[in-house]
């Protein structure tokens, strides 16, 4: 997606920063350097387990974790624009409580 040209940000928790700089750094660094990307780290505060989510001009997708921090088939797929607004807040949300990653 990053290769698309289209402006996306990425908000990660540390523990996926944490696993894509062990597996899969140089990419990360080349993704961060795109001018139409945006990754972000949220400053977790202990405990919390935050959805996945994809919201586009089209379609807003979220998934959920269970408590374990386990996928649990619990998901938010929608056209409509209250989801799409609906995410947008908590995206923004989100991003209050994050840092923009750079190298």
Do not use: C
């Amino acid at each position: 997606m990053a290769e698309s040209g289209k402006e996306m940000t990425v908000i990660v928790t540390p523990k996926v920063y944490d696993r894509l700089v062990e597996d899969h750094e140089k990419r990360l660094n080349e993704i961060i350097q795109k001018e139409n990307v945006t990754v972000m780290k949220i400053n977790d505060k202990g405990g919390i387990i935050f959805p996945s989510m994809t919201i586009t001009d089209v379609f807003t997708y979220i998934y959920f974790f269970n408590t374990d921090g386990v996928y649990d088939n619990k998901i938010i797929v929608s056209l409509d624009d209250a989801t799409k607004s609906w995410a947008k807040e908590l995206y923004k949300y989100y991003k209050k409580q994050s840092a923009v990653l750079e190298q």
